[in-house]
């Protein structure tokens, strides 16, 4: 099981390297359910995993001509302060126990992982069906939509805040849609505001969980080097098609997740 537990890891930064998004969606589901972290804890280490490697992963880009600083800056101008306010003030008063319903019992464990899941439908959405309409987007070059843009980093932010997910499937065609910029661009630039929102996110929760950096650095480790074999093959493949069957996979997970924590719990 440890194994499995590695690869699915590497599959993370394969997924950031690869199509710019997505690693977060599946850091999740691995550290509570192969690693056996509690939920709350792990949305704390999948900032840290996804932020690193994401961040690992920007350099090759930012090389390359790949990250759109200006409007990394902006947007994260919003996504950033959000996810950090979130980390800080709002996860600390979330109750152990939010409601009873008869023998039910809606623990905060059992609502992040279905608001997770909820979140990875949605993913899955986006990726099975954003392939074309995106790049018909990246052709019509739309005018710069700075308060949309700025909406948008609220809202990503708040979505990484509470989940710990670097928001990769929502940035993507908030790039090309409201910006206008090229796919490879996109995927770029959409790893250096994942970089940031995740590990300045981090640092809202330094002093309210106790964090295994050990285990931490390796799993990252493996994530970065999972992130590297991503970006080489992206230089190969058409991501395109990566991407919507990994949208299928994300969506068989969130409906597993959804059904195992409400039906089968």
């Not at 059992?110 to 990726?127: D, H, K, Y």
């Not at 700025?150 to 929502?170: C, K, P, R, S, V």
């Not at 090309?176 to 490879?184: D, R």
């Amino acid at each position: 099981m440890e194994i499995i537990a590695y690869l699915a890891a590497a599959l993370i930064g394969i997924s950031l390297g690869l199509i710019g998004g997505g690693g977060s969606i599946l850091t999740m589901p691995v550290l509570v359910y192969l690693f056996g972290i509690n939920p709350l804890l792990a949305t704390s280490y999948s900032l840290f995993i996804v932020g690193t490697s994401s961040l690992a992963g920007t350099l090759g880009n930012f090389k390359r001509g790949l990250v759109n600083m200006k409007t990394a800056l902006l947007f994260g101008s919003a996504s950033i302060s959000t996810v950090f306010l979130t980390r800080k003030f709002i996860i600390p008063l979330i109750p152990k126990t939010i409601l009873m319903i008869g023998d039910f019992e809606l623990t905060e464990n059992i609502l992040m992982m279905v608001f997770f899941a909820v979140l990875m439908v949605a993913a899955a959405s986006t990726m099975i069906k954003g392939g074309k309409a995106q790049e018909d987007s990246r052709i019509q070059r739309p005018k710069f939509q700075l308060a949309k843009l700025l909406l948008y980093g609220l809202a990503i932010g708040l979505a990484t805040g509470l989940l710990g997910a670097g928001g990769g499937f929502l940035l993507i065609p908030t790039l090309v849609i409201l910006v206008g910029l090229p796919m490879k661009e996109a995927v770029g630039t959409s790893l250096f505001i994942i970089a940031l929102n995740s590990l300045i996110g981090f640092t809202g929760d330094i002093g309210h969980f106790a964090i295994d950096w050990m285990f931490l650095s390796k799993i990252t480790i493996v994530a970065i080097a999972g992130i590297v074999i991503g970006g080489i093959i992206n230089k190969k493949i058409d991501g395109g098609k990566l991407k919507k069957g990994f949208g299928w996979f994300i969506l068989v997970m969130g409906c597993y997740i959804i059904l195992k924590e409400v039906l089968f719990k």
